[in-house]
């Protein structure tokens, strides 16, 4: 999990995590939402894949990442247990 939350850390990979919630975009289409060089972009790509945030899938000569959702989702819920939060419960009021 700590791969996650690392991953998570940086403003960059969040924006890419939004972006692939919208719809699978090719490597060239995210970069051209960044003004970062390839290989920083592409390491930010490494370092989600390694935590399991996303997927690239090599079709031709592009690679197509799709957001991996049941990750994110397990992590959002170790959050929650973590710090006990619990939806409309308000404890200590």
């Given at each position: 999990?700590n791969?996650?939350?690392q991953?998570?850390?940086?403003?960059s990979?969040?924006?890419?995590?939004?972006?692939?919630r919208?719809?699978?975009?090719?490597?060239g289409?995210l970069?051209?939402?960044?003004?970062i060089s390839?290989?920083?972009?592409?390491?930010?790509?490494?370092i989600?894949q390694e935590?399991?945030?996303?997927?690239?899938?090599?079709?031709?000569?592009?690679?197509?990442?799709?957001?991996?959702?049941?990750?994110?989702?397990?992590?959002?819920?170790?959050?929650?247990?973590?710090?006990?939060?619990?939806?409309?419960?308000?404890?200590?009021e």
């Open positions: 999990m791969g996650v939350y991953a998570l850390s940086d403003p990979r969040r924006k890419i995590l939004k972006l692939l919208e719809r699978d975009l090719t490597a289409e970069a051209r939402h960044f003004s390839k290989p920083a972009l592409s390491k930010h790509f490494n989600l935590a399991g945030l996303i997927q690239g899938e090599k079709v031709g000569r592009q690679i197509i990442y799709h957001l991996n959702l049941s990750v994110l989702e397990e992590s959002i819920l170790a959050l929650i247990e973590l710090f006990n939060l619990k939806g409309g419960d308000k404890q200590n």
